[in-house]
């Protein structure tokens, strides 16, 4: 369950629905500067066992580090959720060109 940050809407959390204790950080990828083939998130998908025609919407999990430290993106590994059925997997995309801990604020969208 994605759930709103009230002090940002950068930031969410994405609580497991099983465990209310486990929740991590994300970042709506659509805010990000990054670009991810379509065609290989739907594959993804389907692998998973969700059959999706729609665009997927896409989450990346953010790690925050104390300060001064910058936060770090998993850009390797996008969430994609069906915007249909709001299920989704985490994604490997080795050959798309981007780490596990990339610098998230050197990533935001123009």
Known sequence: MLLHNASSDF????????DPALAFVVVDAARLDVAYAPERLH?????AGIDCEEAPV???IC???????EPTANLLAPLAVCP??????????????????EPLFARIAA
């Open 11 to 18: 930031f969410h959390w994405l609580q497991c629905a099983d």
């Open 43 to 47: 594959r993804g998908l389907r692998e």
């Open 58 to 60: 896409l989450f990346v």
């Open 63 to 69: 790690t925050i580090h104390p300060p001064p430290a």
């Open 84 to 101: 249909r059925c709001l299920r989704g997997a985490q994604i490997l995309l080795p050959d798309a060109g981007y780490g596990s801990r």
